[in-house]
């Protein structure tokens, strides 16, 4: 039976392992020391959320979420970092239990909006899920490397 948690330094394998399988999946760099060392100093930020998706005692999916003050969006907002469920449970159920959850949380904390980092325009599928859970596209993102 699926149900979902809130990952706390004892899900760090979980969660890292889910979150190097993602980012190899679509070409990032982190692996899972890196994930684990960094799953450590976030969990104790109560401005960011990891939950994970249990099938009975197995995690099947992971999202984190981060708080930010926005002025262009006139408020608090979250933005989902990371959701990733394992290829078995794809098309199941899992990443809408995982993003409704993520939706619930912004409505508790009075968040203004709700974003997501996407992986790219390569992953049509992925966009199509985001679009039907009524996220909608507000332009590219760029990166600069300290």
Known sequence: MLHLIVADETHNHEVASMLAALFEEVGHSPDYDAISAIFNDIDTDDRHSTLLAMDDEEA??????????????????????????????????????????????AEERGWVRLEVTTPGDEYERTLRFYE????????PRYKYIV
Do not use: Q
């Not at 926005?70 to 809408?96: C, F, H």
């Open 132 to 139: 039907r859970e009524g996220f909608m596209l507000i332009g």
């Open 60 to 105: 099947v999916g992971v999202i984190t979420l981060a708080e930010t003050l926005s002025l262009y969006a006139g408020g608090y907002i979250g933005v989902v970092n990371e959701l990733y469920v394992v290829p078995e449970y794809r098309s199941a159920g899992v990443g809408k239990i995982l993003l409704d959850a993520a939706k619930n949380l």
